[in-house]
């Protein structure tokens, strides 16, 4: 199973970015998708994740202005970023998790907010 994160860019503070992620290879018995991020010298940290049932979560810190989607038929996910704030910069990775403790990570995708 491989990944493919895209959409990250030079954003201005207050605009917006959409990543997305596609997962190819043999995928079955997806539990959850997520996006994690990792600023220079922090420790990566789960910024939102959605079941299979669609059920959704955030970080506190970006609650309100990013939103996950995810598209079953593609093995795809999706995060909507809005209100982008320079805090918001880091590495974006993508991650899914299957059944069996499966766990698979993409390349990441440089997401910079700054005017």
């Known amino acids: 199973v491989q990944l493919q994160a895209s959409g990250g860019g030079l954003v201005q503070p207050g605009g917006s970015l959409r990543l997305s992620c596609a997962a190819s290879g043999s995928v079955t018995s997806i539990i959850r998708m997520a996006w994690h991020r990792q600023a220079p010298g922090k420790q990566r940290e789960l910024v939102a994740g959605?079941?299979?049932?669609?059920?959704?979560d955030y970080v506190d810190s970006v609650k309100g202005r990013f939103t996950i989607s995810r598209d079953s038929a593609k093995n795809a996910v999706y995060l909507q970023m809005d209100s982008l704030k320079p805090e918001d910069t880091a590495v974006y990775y993508c991650?899914?998790?299957?059944?069996?403790?499966?766990?698979?990570w993409g390349q990441g995708t440089q997401v910079t907010v700054s005017s």
């Open positions: 959605i079941t299979s049932g669609r059920s959704a």
């Open positions: 991650q899914l998790l299957a059944t069996g403790f499966r766990s698979y």
